[in-house]
């Protein structure tokens, strides 16, 4: 806890003091709401205030505690931490690799062995806060662990939207190719398309492109209906007060030598700009 100094009590006292003789009402300081214990990060919460983790160490219930009665007050360092990647894995761990985790922390496994439901809370509980690493057991959510980790490489908290919004489409195009094939698995109209096999269609485009807006908390649609007169898929996004449209299939066009390119045709144009060559059939949130 940090002590006051002599100062600061003289200070205190004149207020009181001026409080107490013009019949004032006392100044009330509000203290931020604090951080639901299952969201706190208590790992940094320790790391960042050497004095408390000398204290104790990194116990989770002890930190919060501390935080709570003292931290908040005192303008300690803590933050939330993302629960979002644990939406990944399903409600109850169905899309978490129980025995991949087990085998790849020691300690886990002696005290666990291969329990699923065990280790799940484990993870959830502990290791998501101690950045453990966690096993998808489906390609979905191999797929959108991949679009997290891909964000986070890609975009800081210092860009703009649009600048975030930019570096997930130049990522898009850069690291997928049109599906020419003539019989298309499901897989490339899917995200796991574009993250995985890095081939898809426009509908795998649009929904991957959908689902990284959506870790960036950035509002953002999947549009289908026609484009030049084909079925056809792409996004509109929310930013700067407006809705603006992106087409990330026709940004990756299709070459005759083989070449890859990126434009930036059919970023962020105004509806009317985009309804010139795409005709809206329905718009939704797929995320």
């Not at 939406?87 to 699923?116: C, M, Q, R, W």
Request: proline share 3%.
């Amino acid at each position: 806890m940090k002590k006051t100094n002599g100062f600061q009590k003289r200070v205190m006292m004149l207020i009181l003091a001026m409080t107490m003789a013009f019949g004032a009402a006392p100044l009330r300081v509000q203290a931020a709401d604090p951080i639901p214990k299952e969201s706190f990060d208590y790992i940094y919460y320790a790391n960042a205030n050497p004095d408390v983790k000398a204290a104790f160490g990194t116990n989770r219930d002890a930190l919060y505690k501390h935080y709570v009665e003292y931290g908040i007050r005192e303008g300690r360092a803590a933050k939330r931490i993302s629960r979002s990647r644990l939406s990944i894995f399903g409600k109850n761990g169905e899309g978490f690799d129980a025995v991949k985790y087990a085998n790849a922390y020691p300690d886990l496994k002696a005290a666990f062995g291969t329990n699923a439901g065990a280790l799940w809370n484990h993870y959830v509980n502990y290791g998501v806060y101690e950045g453990r690493q966690a096993f998808p057991s489906t390609r979905n959510a191999q797929a959108q662990l991949l679009i997290f980790d891909m964000v986070e490489r890609v975009t800081t908290p210092a860009m703009s939207d649009r600048e975030k919004v930019k570096a997930v489409h130049d990522w898009i195009v850069n690291n997928t190719s049109y599906d020419l094939r003539a019989k298309r698995p499901n897989d490339s109209y899917e995200i796991t398309g574009v993250m995985i096999d890095h081939v898809a269609v426009c509908q795998g485009y649009a929904y991957a492109f959908d689902y990284a807006m959506s870790v960036l908390g950035i509002n953002c649609d999947v549009v289908s209906g026609w484009g030049n007169g084909g079925s056809h898929a792409w996004n509109r996004v929310y930013i700067e007060g407006q809705w603006l449209y992106i087409d990330v299939t026709w940004d990756d066009p299709v070459s005759r030598s083989g070449k890859n390119y990126l434009l930036h045709d059919y970023f962020l144009l105004s509806q009317a700009q985009m309804n010139r060559d795409h005709t809206e059939r329905l718009t939704k949130a797929m995320y």
